[in-house]
């Protein structure tokens, strides 16, 4: 059986965009890849809300390996520009490349983020075969969890070093304490699946680089595959860490956000973040 639900954009046209907003030639306008205006117009919204003053230029290409630059070329963006390309925690290493960065000096800001769009079905079924959709229903945290949801959108973050936001009168959303990343190695089990215990050392890394003990966590957002495999190691390895220090009467609060917009795919780690 072949699942074809999942959570599409809404009233969004992908071949209608604002052209004259970011002055775009009609004919590079014609040839851009969906994902490309999305990314665009999603950076703008950012920059805009963001109180970054935008310089608009002409680009060029239609190669989904050069967004970033063209996003660079067009805002005047220098420094480091780049594309990671690791599945669904994509974005999420970008935020720890952005953050490494600015504390290096290589840059004074920089925009992460990504757009997921499902243009094509050979994905879509090619995943309902393999068993890993669910019926379109996403349920988080539930035993009669069955897969997950594909969906479409966007999402991009603007970071700036406290000070420096705070003296050019940024609006700010949140301040990120410290981020980490490391990779599971060969295991036992199949690649697809998670270690628990890297999750554990990768959480400990995190609590050390932003100087906060375990039971003062009190709200976590988990990635949540939507399989009866991962999930309970995921949910094991918080136990693990977070509990550490733990009184009695404080439990700590688990969400997903995907039970509300679907699985993003390579979006879904800023989404979550977001």
């Not at 063209?70 to 220098?78: A, E, G, R, V």
């Not at 390895?237 to 679907?262: C, E, T, Y």
Request: glycine share 8%; net charge neutral; charged share 20%.
């Amino acid at each position: 059986m072949i699942y074809g639900k999942g959570g599409w954009f809404k009233g969004y046209e992908n071949d209608k965009f604002e052209q004259q907003t970011l002055y775009f030639l009609p004919h590079e306008f014609k040839l851009m890849d969906p994902r490309q205006r999305l990314s665009f117009e999603v950076a703008y919204e950012t920059f805009e809300d963001g109180v970054n003053t935008i310089d608009a230029h002409t680009q060029i290409g239609i190669s989904s390996s050069i967004i970033v630059n063209k996003l660079s070329y067009f805002y005047n963006i220098l420094g480091p520009s780049f594309i990671i390309d690791i599945a669904y925690s994509s974005t999420l290493f970008s935020l720890n490349c952005a953050r490494q960065s600015i504390r290096n000096g290589e840059c004074r800001s920089a925009l992460c983020g990504t757009v997921n769009l499902i243009r094509f079905l050979d994905i879509t079924i090619r995943f309902s075969k393999l068993g890993v959709l669910s019926d379109g229903q996403f349920k988080a945290f539930d035993a009669s969890v069955n897969g997950y949801v594909r969906s479409e959108g966007a999402g991009m973050i603007l970071l700036k070093p406290l000070f420096d936001a705070q003296t050019v009168g940024c609006r700010i959303l949140a301040l990120i304490r410290g981020t980490a990343t490391c990779s599971e190695g060969k295991m036992e089990q199949q690649m697809s699946f998670l270690s628990g215990e890297q999750q554990v050392w990768l959480f400990y890394r995190v609590l050390c680089e932003s100087n906060v003990f375990p039971s003062e966590v009190n709200y976590i957002q988990v990635h949540d595959t939507g399989t009866l495999v991962s999930d309970p190691i995921e949910c094991k390895s918080i136990r693990r860490i977070l509990n550490v220090g733990r009184q009695r009467g404080r439990p700590i609060v688990v969400g997903s956000v995907k039970s509300n917009v679907g699985h993003l795919e390579p979006a879904a780690g800023i989404v979550s973040l977001i």
